[in-house]
């Protein structure tokens, strides 16, 4: 009876459990509900030890007897320099070292590492090595020698200023190879070395006396990590450490002090360390690389920051940073420019700190027509995360992310090492990376809102733009918050760009503007034309205008109307000059009349021997990827214009003119293009300008007539009288007394 109630209950119970079993299935798979994050695993960072050598070297040692082979790192702690006029001389050091050390030829030290099966590999600041454990003795041999001997051999350095140049030359036809380089410069400025560029004429006057004096100064036991990790105990660490490095003291580097107090060291020059970083400051400014016919545009959204390793911050400035564009797909920027717009394949920023300077960077490729609007979107997402906390979703996204990437980083026992060296070098707390999980996981929405705050300046940010200029800088006009500077145009090396000219000695200014005469028609057509009119549509910022022109022998005049208002019109009988503004009107005088009585002709050229003082040919140049011929013309009053002249096709493609306005000059750029014929002579049926007193217009041609006489009086110039009217008495001044009639 006993046992038939247990097997009844039984069964009962498992018929329940059947029954509840597709519900407590479908709440478990409730993906709307996301899991509670578990407690941050605890971290267990490998051991390492660490020991001095009395010349201090300093030797640090991490064993991992997994595999039978040993990383050896000897790492210099050289704080960044200042090149200078020789900026590229560092990164050759670091290439040479395995160029020739002590008795041994670059070929020597090649074939001993190939011998032994190892990997050797060096920077500016030291080297790499790994070998199996049996073969570490030969390869310390070598270590050694290319730490402490190298020899820099003339023929050597000859090959790597050669592989040098050949990288620079290909870096200009690189547009995110420009970007890294120029982005840098604009970021920490020339001065700075992070921002120092590497140029052709930098590398030529870098010399072999550098070498070696840079590595007496610097290569030094004192600053010295020998790093030991993988299948070697600490006591053969030590000894290997003693016996190669043991007795290295080489005399110090002799140096003086200049007039500013820098330190010159004899054959390297005054060197000048980093002394205090780069902060953003200012307002936002955008520079231009210029790369005509360039598909895509090369974006960087950046600026320098003073946060240092050791800050508090550091972490939860990364986590914000992964929000916003650190990798993973569900960044906002990705989703943004990429998902939203699609205006990219990917877009990604990346908070580099730094103990010496720190910055941030936001980069993409994006389609040419949009490089204004992929620009604004960026700076509209950094502005986000500075004005509302992210989302819950968001910061357990990136804090799972960053725990993953520093789990699988423990996997690689070199990473016990790298902790060890970056703790001393950084002046970083003992526990750093053995709490670094449960510092991620307590991390707020809160504080990721204070770190975007202090360190998301959108505001202050640097613009480059590597990219077709022509195609984009309408669309960058007012990214950059100075009203005077829209933007800068800078060279493939960083510096401001200026115009290169090419001298020509096979034809004159004159000869010039009559190709272009001939190219659109010649004489024999243009003469005919004694009266001819003109209808433009144009575009100025968000109104249409309806711009008329008329134009007789020797006269001209011109309407701008917005529908039926008439906004400003311009007289010429052949004497004088009328304006009227929509308010008031009377006579233009000086360069306002010059302007006026040049291009009221439909072909100003056939007049300029008449109108102008002279014609200059300055040379050739390039415009929009085409090879032109520049001409500078001047008006007797001494103001000048610039005209630009295709040298294949002869036509005008650009003119350039400095206008005043209220104590501020403003670089008027008019572009011609859509040549079309009227009455068999070619004129421009789209004509651009670009900062003027305007501001961007957009003109196209719509309509035209020849020959059609105009009626009787339609130029007649009749200038108002302005009559004084006398002063009351009441306005004159006490001390003023009005002249009495004798």
């Known amino acids: 009876m006993f046992t038939g109630h247990n097997r009844w209950a039984c069964c009962s119970a498992a018929a329940l459990g059947g029954l509840l079993f597709p519900a407590l299935m479908t709440a478990q798979l409730d993906r709307s509900i996301p899991p509670a994050p578990g407690p941050a695993p605890l971290v267990r960072i490998g051991e390492h030890a660490t020991s001095t050598l009395p010349n201090g070297v300093r030797v640090i040692v991490v064993e991992d007897h997994k595999l039978p082979l040993v990383n050896i790192q000897v790492r210099f702690d050289i704080p960044p320099i200042h090149q200078g006029e020789k900026a590229g001389y560092v990164d050759l050091f670091g290439e040479l070292l395995t160029a020739g050390a002590g008795k041994r030829t670059k070929a020597d030290i090649d074939r001993s590492v190939d011998a032994i099966g190892a990997n050797l590999y060096t920077s500016n600041d030291g080297l790499f090595a790994s070998v199996l454990k049996k073969n570490l003795e030969p390869l310390m041999e070598v270590v050694h020698d290319v730490v402490v001997e190298p020899t820099f051999p003339a023929a050597e350095l000859e090959s790597a200023l050669m592989r040098a140049l050949s990288s620079v030359q290909q870096r200009k036809e690189d547009p995110e190879a420009i970007a890294e380089a120029v982005g840098r410069s604009v970021m920490f400025g020339r001065s700075h070395p992070y921002g120092e560029v590497t140029t052709e004429r930098t590398l030529g006057k870098v010399d072999r006396t550098m070498l070696e004096a840079y590595h007496h100064h610097f290569f030094r036991p004192e600053n010295a990590y020998l790093v030991f990790v993988g299948d070697i105990t600490e006591k053969e660490a030590k000894e290997l450490a003693k016996e190669h490095f043991g007795k290295w003291d080489p005399k110090p580097s002799k140096t003086t002090q200049d007039e500013f107090g820098r330190t010159v060291v004899e054959g390297l020059g005054a060197v000048v360390p980093l002394q205090k970083a780069t902060v953003a400051s200012g307002t936002r400014r955008v520079f231009v690389v210029d790369r005509p016919g360039a598909a895509q545009s090369v974006v960087r959204v950046m600026f320098p920051l003073a946060i240092v390793p050791k800050d508090i911050r550091a972490q939860q400035a990364q986590v914000m940073n992964t929000i916003l564009g650190g990798g993973i797909f569900n960044a906002r920027l990705m989703q943004n420019l990429r998902e939203r717009n699609g205006f990219t394949y990917g877009c990604y920023s990346s908070l580099d700190v730094d103990r010496f300077n720190s910055s941030f960077v936001a980069s993409t490729s994006v389609r040419t027509e949009v490089t204004g609007q992929a620009v604004m979107e960026i700076l509209n997402e950094m502005e986000g995360m500075r004005k509302a906390p992210v989302t819950t979703e968001e910061l357990e996204l990136a804090k799972r992310s960053m725990m993953g990437s520093f789990g699988r980083s423990l996997e690689d026992p070199r990473t016990v090492a790298r902790f060890a060296l970056n703790t001393r070098l950084n002046g970083l707390p003992a526990d750093q990376y053995s709490t670094y999980l449960t510092r991620l996981e307590s991390i707020s929405a809160q504080q990721v809102q204070d770190v975007a705050n202090l360190f998301l300046l959108p505001d202050q940010a640097m613009v480059l733009v590597v990219g077709d200029l022509e195609r984009i800088k309408a669309g960058l006009k007012g990214i950059g918050m100075d009203p005077l500077d829209p933007f800068t145009q800078l060279t493939e090396e960083g510096e401001r760009w200026e115009e290169v000219l090419t001298p020509v000695t096979d034809r004159t200014a004159e000869q010039v503007v009559e190709t272009y005469i001939h190219a659109i028609g010649g004489r024999e057509k243009i003469a005919p034309m004694r009266h001819l009119t003109l209808v433009h549509e144009q575009q100025r910022g968000d109104e ?148 003027g007193v305007s501001g961007p217009i957009r003109s196209v041609l719509g309509s035209s007539t020849v020959n059609q006489a105009t009626p009787k009086g339609f130029f007649d110039v009749v200038i108002p009288e302005v009559k004084e009217e006398p002063v009351p008495p009441e306005m004159l001044p006490p001390e003023y007394s009005a002249p009495t009639e004798e």
């Not at 360069?591 to 007049?607: D, M, Q, S, T």
């Not at 102008?612 to 390039?622: H, I, P, Q, R, S």
């Not at 929009?624 to 002869?650: I, P, R």
């Open 544 to 691: 249409a205008f309806r711009f008329e022109e008329w134009f007789g022998p020797e006269q001209y005049r011109s309407k701008l109307h917005i529908g039926e208002e008439l906004v400003e019109e311009f007289t010429f009988d052949g004497q004088r000059v009328l304006y009227f503004d929509g308010a008031n009107s009377g006579e233009m005088t000086d360069a306002g009349f010059e302007i006026v009585r040049l291009n009221g002709r439909p072909v100003p050229e056939v007049a300029y021997r008449n109108v102008l003082e002279k014609a200059d040919l300055m040379g050739t140049t390039k415009l929009n990827g085409k090879e032109v011929y520049k001409l500078t013309m001047t008006y007797t009053s001494g103001n000048s214009f610039h005209v630009y002249f295709d040298k294949e096709t002869g036509l005008k493609l650009r003119s350039v003119e400095e206008q005043f306005y209220n104590g501020r000059v403003y670089e008027r750029v008019v572009d011609f293009a859509d040549w079309k014929p009227i009455a068999g002579v070619l004129f421009p049926h789209l004509i651009t300008e670009e900062g």
